[in-house]
């Protein structure tokens, strides 16, 4: 069955830096764009970045560009997000998902978002 499987959250001191990863399996992955979204508590789920199939174009929301990157290693099966400078703001559950290669799929529609992984929690202390 379809897997997604994040890891590498943990608790950080402001500024400082984590490496999540998703380890994807049971579909065929490199078809796909993917995607990390985070949700802090009484908050709205929010897109955080995006990539499409090969890695070749990314996306940021604007609170995070200049600190995250996004990056993905096919022959893996792996999603990463190396997320620098961090801030107490950036608290939250972060989540992977793939995303139907669409127009618009680098914007992470609701209506584009394939599969979810379970997530895995990001604190930060100021």
């Known amino acids: 069955q379809v897997q997604l499987v994040e890891s590498g959250g943990g608790s950080v001191q402001s500024g400082g830096s984590l490496r999540l990863s998703c380890a994807a399996s049971?579909?065929?992955?490199?078809?796909?764009?993917m995607g990390w979204f985070r949700q802090a508590p009484g908050k709205e789920r929010e897109g955080v970045a995006s990539i499409n199939t090969n890695g070749g174009f990314t996306y940021y929301a604007d609170s995070v560009k200049g600190r995250f990157t996004i990056s993905r290693d096919n022959a893996k099966n792996t999603v990463y997000l190396q997320m620098n400078s961090l801030k107490p703001e950036d608290t939250a559950m972060y989540y992977c998902?793939?995303?139907?290669?669409?127009?618009?799929?680098?914007?992470?529609?609701?209506?584009?978002?394939?599969?979810w992984g379970q997530g895995t929690q990001v604190t930060v202390s100021s």
């Open positions: 998902a793939a995303i139907r290669p669409e127009p618009g799929w680098w914007l992470m529609y609701q209506r584009l978002l394939k599969y």
């Open positions: 049971g579909y065929t992955y490199s078809s796909y764009c």
